[in-house]
């Protein structure tokens, strides 16, 4: 089974600080890891995955994360948070074997970004 | 490009009532589309998963039901609604190349009273 945890309900950041948003994850297999956004009533938005190669993955808006395989961690991180960063995080697994069924994620249950100025 | 559009963005339902909420992709073919529900708090729960036409997987037992009539429909229904019910819907559907990805749609808020 596959299992994500976010252990942060919220992480607060002041505006131009770096900003950090924690994710472990376990799977069987090689893991396929990503990250949403969402801001209010709206669907999920895609930020980056890690599939394979580089553990630092860039992704959108100045957003990158660091898979760590000894430590099953993927790790959501800005050098520089802007207000406009403050939306509701997911992080989200699957093992990297494709299967019949489905390629199902499994979704960590979010953390909530608040930059201040 | 692809596209994913969900129809109604909000409803609001009687209980007892029925519901056919819709989901629609874009610029693909042979996805592997999801319905998931949004409970108030923040988890998302995979409700349905669709690998082609006909075919659903039912992840967990409930008053919800959904169909997939075409390729690139995605239906998620009930005959009679409950309090429960009550939640943000999400379409998403899955790109196999070259990302790998699942991407969502905008969205249904559902309301039941």
């Known amino acids: 089974a596959q299992s994500v945890a976010q252990p942060e309900d919220q992480v607060n950041v002041a505006e131009g600080n770096p900003l950090t948003v924690k994710c472990t994850y376990s799977?069987?297999?090689?893991?396929?890891l990503f990250w949403y956004v969402q801001y209010p009533n709206r669907g999920l938005q895609f930020l980056l995955k890690?599939?394979?190669?580089?553990?630092l993955v860039k992704g959108s808006y100045g957003f990158e994360a660091e898979f760590n395989k000894s430590q099953t961690s993927f790790h959501l991180k800005k050098p520089s948070a802007l207000v406009s960063d403050s939306a509701l995080y997911f992080c989200a697994v699957r093992e990297g074997v494709l299967t019949g069924g489905g390629n199902k994620l499994t979704f960590g249950t979010g953390t909530q970004l608040k930059v201040e100025l | 490009s692809q596209t994913i559009h969900q129809w109604p963005a909000t409803l609001v339902q009687p209980v007892g009532s029925p519901l056919s909420l819709e989901c629609t992709v874009e610029?693909?073919?042979?996805?592997?589309l999801y319905w998931y529900r949004q409970a108030a708090g923040r988890g998302l729960q995979l409700l349905f998963y669709s690998v082609g036409i006909g075919q659903i997987s039912s992840e967990v037992p409930q008053n919800l039901s959904a169909s997939r009539p075409q390729d690139r429909q995605f239906i998620l229904s009930s005959k009679k609604l409950l309090l429960s019910d009550s939640g943000f819907y999400l379409c998403?559907?899955?790109?196999?190349?070259?990302?790998?990805?699942?991407?969502f749609g905008p969205g249904t808020r559902l309301t039941v009273l």
């Open positions: 998403a559907w899955r790109e196999s190349l070259p990302t790998d990805t699942q991407y």
């Open positions: 610029g693909t073919s042979n996805p592997n």
């Open positions: 799977v069987s297999g090689n893991p396929y």
């Open positions: 890690y599939i394979t190669g580089d553990n």
